[in-house]
């Protein structure tokens, strides 16, 4: 007789598992400074070198901060709108929809392209619901995750994310957690007290694919983990700029007031009755200067000198905006650089083409690693994966700012060629109104077909002038 011993799931790491740690751990921690960096950057926090020129020692603390890479990133990431995900077949979407609704992938997707734009890249994973429900579907800083990628199949081989717990141990100290994904198994480990890591969960899957998605900004051939919106070129202006208002602090401060001089006064002059000597601050703002003659019966001479003028310096931060606005395609206005005579309508909309051609390709981009991360979900979900042939399609707002009376005549004039039909859900994309405006247009077009079939049936039994409409028996009256 053969027994059948129950596989029990390990408790600690193999060591492959612990190879794998320890070089994705190395990977994580050397790119997490040039994040940190490009973060720094973005919340205007970053530490501006100082030449040691200009600058006294007592106004060497004094910090400016301008705000361009902010602006500059969020100026894209606002025209990324995710608005619904769908099957492109125009078959029923509920199961797709339950999902996005359960993980709130909407919302969660502004944050998603905001930090692909910030860092470069950003994570989605993958794992099982709790209790065998919906898979949860995630996002994830690459300041806690990293993905080793096998360029040549273009996959993951495994993913890692450390990150620190709500939990606290008996010392105070917050717990770091360990998740390992494998194409078979997501791992999940604590510290142990002998200084290793205990394994608290083994979710063994079994998808042979690492349920990890990189949403990776500005990848090439030669870098598939991707670049971030805020350059070396960026970051040069961004410290040129905040130099420059540091200067113009400094100039108000020294320079602000106009000097003065006198020529020719005796000592008296800068005293009191008493024959105390007035301070600086005194003489200057001394309204009426009541000075004697000297001995030779001159008065003596007082002028000013002229006081500084802040618009060259302006001029300059004016060419760092155009610059900037260049970098970023952004219409020099949306940096506050503005002209005696304003843009017309047109012109804006011609400066915003650059803007609106980058949002369209990062829709492009970021929408396929969505669309890969809702294919594994289903996975998950199923237990097999999805039919190749059925195409997920995510549903963008569009990213250009054409106008609602635009729209429309666009829609009208395709709809009066033939091109698509009047009730197409087409249509109703195209006028510029979004997902759940287009299911209250449904719903509406549903509840006025039938009340219209209604009313012919009613007009058919009107006209039968008494004849039993059909199942009535004859002599019963069909109202």
């Not at 604590?190 to 083994?202: C, D, T, Y």
């Not at 195209?430 to 009613?458: C, F, H, I, P, Y």
Request: charged letters at 25%; one cysteine or more.
């Amino acid at each position: 007789m053969t027994l059948s011993i129950p596989e029990l799931p390990l408790l600690h790491l193999s060591d492959d598992e612990l190879g794998l740690i320890q070089v994705l751990r190395a990977d994580l921690m050397r790119d997490r400074w040039a994040l940190q960096l490009r973060d720094a950057y973005f919340n205007g926090e970053q530490l501006v070198r100082d030449l040691g020129i200009s600058i006294p020692p007592q106004l060497r603390g004094l910090h400016t901060v301008i705000g361009w890479p902010r602006v500059g990133v969020e100026s894209l990431e606002e025209r990324l709108d995710l608005e619904a995900v769908r099957w492109a077949d125009g078959g029923n979407s509920s199961d797709l929809s339950e999902i996005v609704e359960s993980n709130d992938l909407i919302d969660e997707s502004s944050l998603a392209h905001l930090d692909a734009l910030i860092y470069g890249r950003e994570y989605l994973s993958v794992g099982s619901g709790e209790d065998g429900g919906l898979p949860v579907v995630s996002v994830e800083s690459p300041l806690d995750m990293t993905l080793l990628w096998d360029a040549r199949i273009r996959m993951g081989r495994a993913a890692l994310r450390e990150c620190a717990t709500d939990h606290l141990v008996e010392s105070g100290v917050d717990e770091r957690m360990l998740v390992l994904y494998l194409p078979d198994q997501t791992i999940t480990a604590l510290p142990s007290e002998s200084g290793g890591w205990e394994v608290i969960n083994r979710d063994v899957h079994r998808l042979g694919v690492v349920p990890v998605v990189r949403m990776a900004n500005r990848q090439r051939t030669s870098d598939r983990v991707g670049k971030s919106e805020i350059t070396p070129d960026v970051m040069s202006i961004t410290d040129a700029a905040c130099r420059r208002l540091m200067g113009i602090e400094v100039a108000s401060e020294f320079f602000g007031a106009p000097q003065r001089y006198i020529l020719g006064a005796s000592e008296s002059a800068f005293q009191d009755a008493d024959g105390t000597a007035k301070s600086a601050w005194e003489t200057y703002i001394g309204r009426v200067l009541a000075l004697e003659r000297d001995e030779d019966g001159n008065v003596p001479d007082v002028g000013q000198f002229a006081a500084h003028d802040p618009s060259g310096q302006t001029k300059i931060i004016d060419l760092y905006a155009r610059i900037m606005a260049s970098q970023f395609g952004l219409p020099p206005h949306m940096l506050g650089y503005t002209t005696d005579n304003p843009a017309s309508a047109d012109a804006i909309r011609s400066t915003e083409a650059k803007l609106v051609k980058r949002a369209e390709r990062r829709t492009r981009r970021y929408g396929s690693a969505w669309q890969q991360a809702m294919r594994l979900a289903l996975w998950v979900r199923d237990g097999e994966p999805p039919d190749k042939s059925r195409r997920i399609e995510m549903v963008w707002r569009n990213p250009a700012t054409p106008t609602v009376a635009a729209q429309a005549d666009a829609t009208v004039k395709l709809v009066q060629a033939g091109i698509i039909p009047a009730d197409s859900d087409v249509a109703l994309e195209m006028a510029g109104l979004t997902e759940n405006q287009r299911q209250r247009v449904r719903t509406d077009r549903r509840r006025s077909s039938a009340g219209s079939g209604l009313m012919d049936r009613l007009a058919q039994l009107d006209g039968g002038a008494g004849a039993a409409p059909p199942g009535v028996p004859d002599g019963v009256d069909g109202l």
